[in-house]
């Protein structure tokens, strides 16, 4: 069991290293960057805006910035959020206990409701009880997120 879990680790570090690198990509190509509107404020000279870029290394490519960015994760530096000018460890310390109690209920609700009927459907095989938690259960897994979440 533990040469399983051990294996299952070593298999997961490569692919969330992957999936890092992929959502950096995409993100540090998506258009602007969190000096985008200084460019449009008059007020604030070109050479500021330089030097705020230079100094968050918005200017570096994107392989020196991925691993500026994976260096400060590993140390536990979240990064400042410049949209509520606070340390984003702060804000996720802030949103977790709301987070894991709505998580906590809704698994809660879905324990005492999928566990009784797979139950049943478990004991009634190929009876209409059993189809019909079926159609339910394949179009909870299909419906998106977002939306069975509301």
């Known amino acids: 069991m533990s040469r399983y879990l051990v294996r299952r680790l070593l298999i997961a570090i ?4 992957g999936i890092s690198v992929v959502l950096f990509t995409i993100l540090a190509l998506a258009p602007g960057d969190p000096f985008g509107e200084l460019a449009t404020n008059p007020a604030i000279p070109p ?6 870029r ?3 290394g918005l200017d570096d490519p994107i392989p020196v910035r991925y ?3 994976l260096a400060a994760m590993l140390h536990g530096d979240w990064g400042f959020s410049f949209v509520s000018r606070v340390n984003v460890d702060t ?14 209920a809704s698994l809660l609700l879905a324990l005492a409701v999928a566990l009784p009927v797979g ?10 009880f059993d189809q019909i938690a ?3 259960a394949l179009v909870g ?6 939306f069975t979440g509301i």
């Open 14 to 17: 490569p692919s969330l290293l």
């Open 47 to 52: 050479s500021v805006q330089a030097a705020l």
């Open 54 to 56: 230079a100094k968050f």
């Open 67 to 69: 691993l500026h960015w």
């Open 91 to 104: 804000l996720i310390l802030q949103r977790l206990p709301t987070t894991l109690g709505v998580i906590g």
């Open 119 to 128: 139950v049943l459907a478990a004991t009634r095989p190929y009876s209409v």
């Open 134 to 136: 079926s159609t339910f």
């Open 141 to 146: 897994f299909s419906l998106p997120t977002f």
